[in-house]
């Protein structure tokens, strides 16, 4: 999932809130709600019809006055969020129509000429080129399944891996995708696995993040049992060296919480590829 399929995924969602705020402003009452807030925190309401010069006060034990209070509220909000989100229509439109996505192959082709180096290899052309580097999934089964695109080439199994993949991307940290990993059972022979996201600290140690996507399906979750034990009797556990985040029962994540988990967590410790 690339940054733009995010945003127009972002544009109907907002296009589905305006249209349920657009309901609330068609409510018919055309009173004029104010508030006055007393010392003590209480709230007075008022009201003031369209052909009528005083503010009524509303008595809170009328349910009728209050109900009138409500159906002004909903109004009022419907206009509020109709408003804000109309501008992020507007500026998420621009933005799709406007972006472009690059990579350091199509700057070079869209340098002048004087600019261009003779190849790529060269001097710090060929060093921009290695920092932009994707080093795709090592894992050799079920290679159908990588479907999902980022934006800088990389391919995913799921839609939530490349997001996280995009934002760890975003903010320069260097990662690897399914990479090979020899670890030890129980028994002390050796066992292969490709963790979701290996990352690389400043100081060479590593961070394993895996991201869990499909709890509900009991052949899964035993794989995903073992794994956690495979780690766990290899000193790789949470919080000291492992990430686990989990799609939630719809099949979505927290966006905020990754961009958390990254910002607080990874931008201090990982190592930055520019």
Same mark, same amino acid.
């Given at each position: &999932?690339?940054?733009?399929?995010?945003?127009?995924?972002?544009?109907?969602?907002?296009?589905?809130? !305006?249209?349920?705020?657009?309901?609330?402003?068609?409510?018919?009452?055309?009173?004029?709600?104010?508030?006055?807030?007393?010392?003590?925190?209480?709230?007075?309401?008022?009201?003031?019809?369209?052909?009528?010069?005083?503010?009524?006060?509303?008595?809170?034990?009328?349910?009728?006055?209050?109900?009138?209070?409500?159906?002004?509220?909903?109004? *009022?909000?419907?206009?509020?969020?109709?408003?804000?989100?109309?501008?992020?229509?507007?500026?998420?439109?621009?933005?799709?129509?406007?972006?472009?996505?690059? %990579?350091?192959?199509?700057?070079?082709?869209?340098?002048?000429?004087?600019?261009?180096?003779?190849?790529?290899?060269?001097?710090?052309? @060929?060093?921009?080129?290695?920092?932009?580097?994707?080093?795709?999934? =090592?894992?050799?089964?079920?290679?159908?399944?990588?479907?999902?695109?980022?934006?800088?080439?990389?391919?995913?199994?799921?839609?939530?891996?490349?997001?996280?993949?995009? !934002?760890?991307?975003?903010?320069?940290?260097?990662?690897?995708?399914?990479?090979?990993?020899?670890?030890? %059972? =129980?028994?002390?022979?050796?066992?292969?696995?490709?963790?979701?996201?290996?990352?690389?600290?400043?100081? *060479?140690?590593?961070?394993?993040?895996?991201?869990?996507?499909?709890?509900?399906?009991?052949?899964?979750?035993? &794989? %995903?049992?073992?794994?956690?034990?495979?780690?766990?009797?290899?000193?790789?556990?949470?919080?000291?060296?492992?990430?686990?985040?989990?799609?939630?029962?719809? *099949?979505?994540?927290?966006?905020?919480?990754? *961009? &958390?988990?990254? %910002?607080?967590?990874?931008?201090? &410790? @990982?190592?930055?590829?520019?």
């Amino acid at each position: &999932m690339t940054f733009i399929d995010l945003a127009k995924k972002e544009l109907n969602f907002q296009k589905h809130l !305006l249209r349920q705020f657009n309901k609330l402003q068609r409510i018919k009452d055309s009173g004029e709600l104010s508030c006055l807030i007393r010392k003590t925190g209480q709230k007075k309401y008022y009201i003031k019809d369209k052909n009528c010069s005083r503010r009524k006060y509303i008595r809170k034990n009328n349910p009728n006055e209050m109900a009138r209070v409500y159906r002004l509220q909903a109004k *009022g909000l419907g206009e509020f969020a109709a408003a804000r989100i109309s501008k992020n229509i507007k500026l998420l439109v621009n933005l799709i129509k406007e972006f472009e996505a690059y %990579d350091i192959r199509r700057i070079l082709n869209d340098l002048p000429t004087e600019l261009k180096p003779e190849t790529i290899e060269e001097g710090l052309w @060929a060093h921009i080129s290695r920092l932009h580097a994707v080093s795709q999934s =090592e894992k050799p089964s079920r290679r159908e399944e990588l479907k999902h695109t980022t934006s800088f080439g990389l391919l995913t199994r799921s839609k939530n891996e490349a997001l996280i993949a995009e !934002l760890l991307y975003a903010a320069g940290i260097e990662f690897y995708y399914e990479k090979r990993l020899e670890i030890y %059972d =129980e028994n002390g022979n050796i066992k292969v696995i490709y963790p979701d996201f290996t990352i690389i600290l400043a100081d *060479g140690s590593i961070i394993y993040w895996e991201h869990k996507g499909m709890m509900a399906d009991p052949v899964y979750e035993e &794989m %995903d049992r073992k794994r956690m034990r495979l780690y766990f009797l290899n000193g790789i556990y949470q919080p000291l060296n492992l990430i686990v985040t989990v799609d939630g029962p719809d *099949g979505e994540f927290c966006r905020t919480e990754i *961009g &958390m988990i990254i %910002d607080s967590l990874l931008v201090p &410790m @990982a190592k930055i590829r520019f």
